[in-house]
């Protein structure tokens, strides 16, 4: 296990792995590997993987591991033993692939009009940029999901240009149309449904993140290759969103 990877409880049904502070893509795959190793071969009393930017918080049932026999020193130091062979295994996986991302390929179509994109003149000002050149910029990059977090469905993308970082706004908005793309510090994201929210707003989609009734319900996941894609207004309301 890695030096800087520490293995801390959370709880008594639960563990964190934290593959360190930094937030790369080195890292990232470490998250997102060892989610997907342990959702795929999961131990003995193992109920779920909930992966963060640096950090994967797993949950167990100590009975189930009682029930194994395999107690030396309690059901969380089995864990712990369980996590870090694999964590090991996973690290040497990730730094042998370079922090390449393998998760799936996605585009989504945004419409960066004033009614979709309200602050997309602020986000241009605060950089010295037109709004051209800030929807030039944020539709040539490739964004990376991290987590998936805040409400559901809704996802973390790293890989945003600082030249097009923007603060929150002062006072949150008490309603975000659903399907709106904003821009929070040096992340942007996408809101999944309609809610309060302080991201600074640049754009919307009428692509549907969250949809309970479909397995998995949410269109991306951890470790998901994102790219933007400009659209008219007229194109996303014959979507139907808007």
Not at 91 to 113: F, K, S
Request: glycine share 12%.
């Amino acid at each position: 296990m890695g030096e800087g990877t520490r293995i801390v409880p959370l709880g008594e049904c639960a563990l964190i792995v934290k593959f360190g502070d930094g937030i790369d893509l080195v890292t990232h795959r470490r998250v997102v590997e060892l989610t997907r190793s342990l959702e795929e071969n999961p131990f003995p009393g193992f109920q779920e993987a909930v992966p963060s930017y640096v950090s994967v918080a797993v949950y167990y049932d100590p009975v189930a591991i009682v029930k194994t026999g395999r107690l030396a020193d309690g059901a969380q130091a089995q864990v712990r033993s369980w996590l870090t062979e694999r964590v090991s295994l996973v690290e040497a996986a990730a730094d042998t692939n370079g922090g390449g991302m393998a998760g799936t390929a996605v585009d989504i179509p945004v419409c960066y009009c004033s009614k979709c994109g309200p602050d997309l003149p602020f986000v241009a000002e605060h950089n010295k940029l037109s709004p051209e050149d800030v929807i030039k910029i944020h539709t040539s990059g490739s964004y990376t999901v991290y987590m998936i977090g805040f409400m559901p469905g809704f996802p973390y993308l790293g890989g945003m240009a600082e030249r097009i970082s923007a603060p929150r706004l002062a006072t949150p908005r008490k309603r975000v149309p659903a399907g709106s793309v904003g821009i929070a510090g040096s992340q942007t994201g996408i809101y999944p449904f309609a809610s309060p929210g302080g991201w600074r707003l640049i754009g919307r989609t009428s692509m549907p993140l969250f949809q309970p009734e479909l397995v998995p319900p949410s269109l991306l996941t951890a470790g998901d290759a994102i790219r933007f894609k400009e659209t008219t207004h007229s194109e996303m309301e014959d979507g139907g969103s808007l």
